[in-house]
């Protein structure tokens, strides 16, 4: 896919490895400058410099959940490029292993991943939005889940921040917009990470015994690659995508059309 992002800043949190990375290297090779916000140094840093091969791209150690962190990062991207044209919202966490139901639940889970998931992203946003509100423009698309839109079993923090992700980015979206500024959301199903080689699709996968009971459920019958989901996530930053707004677009292979949940 080909859209036209010259000169335009990018901020993709959480860009250090899968559909964040894929996303940058889809944005540097449409002409974008990037910024890659990510809490893991070393990966970070080594991502930054191999697709410093395609275009301008630099990282800066973020965690999404720490505020100040969020202002510090916004503070050297305007220094740097005195605007921020898009802001991809996409660094998340769940539970790997030991997953259970809500009466055994952690606080201490329960507060990380909504620190990181749900906080993150009203944190990045409410930041950089002023810049965008300024300069009367912008694209804020964050990265929720299908689980934001249906229910799953044993990960009630995520599925709870998913859900509030995507009633976030309608509301942001009917703030901003008189300011120039779409807010839409991508809410991608089961897609080919490191995370999800960890759960379901590695020789050592958490849950591999499921693989099967899942594909069974998505039409396509396969999980999606990163790719999948930085085009959508390209499309909404582009002029093609102008007159969209406050959109939660489903990239799940078809998963959620005849959703069921006995696994």
Known sequence: MKVDLTDKIAVITGAAAGI?????????????RVVIADINDEEGTKTAAELSTIGECEFIHTDVSNRENVECLFEKVLDRFETVDILVNNAGI???????NINEYSFEDWERILGVDLNGVFSCSRAVCRAMMEQKSGRIINIGSVFGSVPARKQIAYVAAKAAVHNL??????????????????APGSILTEGTKELFYGKEAAHAEAVKQ??????????????????????????ESKYITGHILTVDGGWTCGYTRDF
Not at 170 to 176: K, S
Not at 224 to 236: K, Q, R, T, W, Y
């Open 20 to 32: 964040g990375k894929a996303c940058a290297k889809l944005m540097l090779e449409n002409s974008a």
């Open 94 to 100: 769940n539970v790997i292993r030991n997953r259970v």
């Open 169 to 186: 980015t309608r509301a942001t979206a009917l703030e901003l917009a008189p300011y120039g500024i779409n807010v839409n959301a991508v």
């Open 214 to 239: 899942m594909l069974a459920h998505i039409p396509l019958g396969r999980p999606g690659d990163p790719e999948d989901i930085a085009n959508a996530v390209l499309f909404l930053c582009g002029e």
